[in-house]
Nanobody, 115 residues
Framework: QVHLVESGGGLVQPGGSLRLSCAAR????????MGWYRQVPGQQRQLVAS???????NYGDSVKGRFTISRDNAKSTVYLQMNSLRPEDTAVYYC?????????WGQGTQVTVSS
């Protein structure tokens, strides 16, 4: 399994932007689906966005039009560009490689949207 490390989280004002990165130790070229999930205390982890090896993307309804997922297989890195951030986007964001059941997870990065 690959080892995933997220970065780029922090505190941002509503309407602001952040870019999260997920760096993998090990190649992600052969991993079909990479994804970003988020979780707030007391709630289940939910899908934010996913991307296939071929570049196909899928987004959660609440982030469509605001967030963009991308992957650079040569750098073994997946990105999440988050624009027009809202307080309800506040959560710990996790990177996933290979699916929620058998895949690998990063340690998470906190995103806080607050004025």
């Amino acid at each position: 399994q690959v080892h995933l490390v997220e970065s780029g989280g922090g505190l941002v004002q509503p309407g602001g932007s952040l870019r999260l990165s997920c760096a993998a130790r090990g190649s992600i070229f052969s991993i079909d689906v990479m994804g970003w999930y988020r979780q707030v205390p007391g709630q289940q982890r939910q899908l934010v966005a996913s991307i296939t090896r071929g570049g196909g993307t899928n987004y959660g309804d609440s982030v469509k039009g605001r967030f963009t997922i991308s992957r650079d297989n040569a750098k073994s890195t997946v990105y999440l560009q988050m624009n027009s951030l809202r307080p309800e986007d506040t959560a710990v964001y996790y990177c996933n490689a290979g699916g929620v059941v058998f895949g690998a997870w990063g340690q998470g990065t906190q995103v806080t949207v607050s004025s």
